[in-house]
């Protein structure tokens, strides 16, 4: 039975794109992109690792700050070719942004650094038109480096969207120092806090398993509404793909 369905689907998606295609290309983000993805939109945070579009999909890429700021923040990066920013925005609020504006709108490793991520995926299906594409990508916490991080409760994530974080940003990048840059001297840690907090660090403020990205999305539809058209691990990440739907349910 499980073969027959997998059978079906990429049939299904062979004949969406037009041609067959083989199991292992059902991993591709961007087959995925390719089926979804039409239109005028945007990519949040892309940097130096876009979203592969197919040729009916035009992006404009937003990210906080412009190219020389983004090289000085991720110094890392240096010798990578980063994609041009073509809006500076704060991409939680999407502010310079009107409402329905956009065919799709693309966040991959970005929800994890959101401080209120219910209300940064309310504001990105905000700009959705009317079955409007929003796909994401989040990465499941037991494959990366917050393995060693408790999972954010669903209760936690409903206090940001209710009461704003800056209760609990302290606490958020104490955890970092502790569990991922794994520092045990507890003053050493509470320095490593406050220059992480002073500067803004684009830490992961908030963890997931699979099961818990669900609950969030379940939050999420008390405020906008829309479908989960997809719904895919690979690696070390879920893939989801949300459709807006044309009405909602209330502002976010």
Not at 136 to 160: N, S
Request: glycine share 6%.
């Amino acid at each position: 039975m499980i073969a027959k369905v997998a059978r079906s689907i990429r049939k299904r998606a062979g004949r969406l794109l037009g041609a067959p295609l083989k199991p292992e290309e059902l991993l591709r983000r961007k087959t995925i992109a390719r089926v979804f993805l039409r239109g005028e939109g945007i990519e949040i945070g892309a940097l130096h690792n876009p979203l592969k579009v197919p040729p009916a999909a035009r992006v404009r890429y937003v990210d906080r700050m412009g190219l020389d700021g983004l090289h000085r923040e991720y110094p890392e990066l240096a010798g990578k070719r980063l994609v041009p920013v073509d809006i500076e925005d704060d991409g939680e609020t999407l502010r310079t942004l009107k409402d329905g504006s956009q065919d799709f709108v693309i966040a991959n490793h970005f929800v994890e650094h959101c401080e209120d991520p219910i209300r940064a995926l309310g504001n990105m299906l905000r700009v959705l038109r009317p079955g409007g594409i929003l796909y994401v990508a989040i990465p499941d916490k037991r494959y990366t480096f917050d393995r060693d991080r408790p999972v954010t409760p669903i209760e936690h994530l409903l206090r940001d969207y209710r009461e704003g974080p800056a209760w609990s940003r302290r606490q958020h990048f104490e955890e970092w120092t502790r569990l991922v840059s794994k520092i045990s001297d507890a003053s050493k840690a509470a320095r490593e806090a406050d220059e992480l907090m002073t500067k803004g660090a684009p830490i992961h403020f908030h963890v997931w398993t699979q099961a818990e990205m669900l609950e969030m999305l379940a939050a999420l539809r008390a405020i906008r509404a829309f479908d989960i058209e997809l719904m895919f691990r690979r690696d070390n990440e879920v893939i989801f793909v949300l459709r807006m739907e044309p009405v909602e349910r209330a502002d976010a």
